[in-house]
């Protein structure tokens, strides 16, 4: 029975979160793909990639959710490339920036879900 309900707990767990993945995966195709492409490889010489992004891999959480709430102009370096271009800001809620974040994590570096919009909520009080 503990077994059962451990399982039961398990898989509710991973529906959830695959869901999560599943949403944040819109967001990029609604949002991020136009620019960094819809692989998250970029545009050689326009757009940073987003995918095993040494960029994003080495970013603490507050600094890209202020990306993305502010957006970034200037010179950046991503795996060893420079890129300088304006990314305008982008008006997502908590829950799709949250969301976006996460499917860049997992999903295009290979990383784990880290952002929860509660925090994502915070960082962007904090300012």
Partial sequence: MRFSICLLLSLIAATAFANELE???????????????????????????????DYFKKAQAAAVVKILEHGLTGEVTVNGQ????????????????????????????????????EQVKKLRAAK
Wanted: charged share 15%; glycine share 8%; hydrophobic share 35%.
């Fill in 23 to 53: 949403a944040g995966k819109t967001v990029f195709q609604q949002t991020c793909a136009s620019c960094h492409m819809v692989d998250g490889a970029g545009l050689p010489g326009a757009f940073p990639p987003l995918k095993q992004s």
């Fill in 82 to 117: 420079k890129f300088n271009s304006a990314m305008p800001p982008q008006n997502l809620s908590d829950q799709e920036m949250s969301d976006v974040l996460n499917y860049v994590s997992v999903a295009l570096n290979g990383g784990k879900a880290a952002f929860k919009p």
